[in-house]
């Protein structure tokens, strides 16, 4: 039996299901936790987004708040272009971290916010099949 040690994204489905992401591979339970738990409310923490069939998954930055460096993740289903960019709280572009085809999986990039001031800065990642966006808040 091999030990998990680290855990980027876990998640349950619209459809029951359990998913767990290590960041190499992504599992899934055998049965739907429909029955057996029903979440009514969410924590401060963002949930994981996914479109209908699971393609790509993706989710909130860590460490955030964070000072220095935060780590993105993602997991693509298949390979496909993609776009990683920062911009701060006005909008204006800071960096684009990933502009490229990236091969399917999981993938993390790391944000250096060097000499940017402390604030909240806003991550956008494009797909062909999934946009949003998401808060940092740089200390």
């Excluded at 619209?14 to 029903?38: A, L, M, N």
């Excluded at 979440?39 to 993706?58: D, M, Q, S, V, W």
């Excluded at 960019?85 to 990933?98: D, R």
């Amino acid at each position: 039996m091999q030990l998990i040690t680290s855990i980027l994204i876990m998640k349950i489905s619209p459809s029951g299901f359990f998913y767990i992401s290590t960041g190499s591979k992504v599992y899934k339970s055998v049965e739907s936790f429909d029955d057996i738990y029903q979440p009514t409310y969410t924590t401060g923490i963002r949930a994981a987004k996914e479109n209908e069939n699971l393609n790509n998954i993706f989710s909130q930055s860590y460490p955030n708040p964070f000072s220095g460096q935060t780590n993105i993740t993602f997991h693509l289903k298949r390979p496909q272009n993609i776009r990683l960019a920062i911009y701060n709280s006005v909008g204006q572009l800071i960096e684009i971290l990933v502009d490229e085809y990236r091969a399917s999986g999981s993938h993390c990039e790391i944000w250096d916010a060097g000499i940017n001031s402390p604030g909240i800065y806003y991550y956008r990642i494009e797909t062909e099949e999934f946009n949003d966006s998401y808060r940092l808040i740089l200390q």
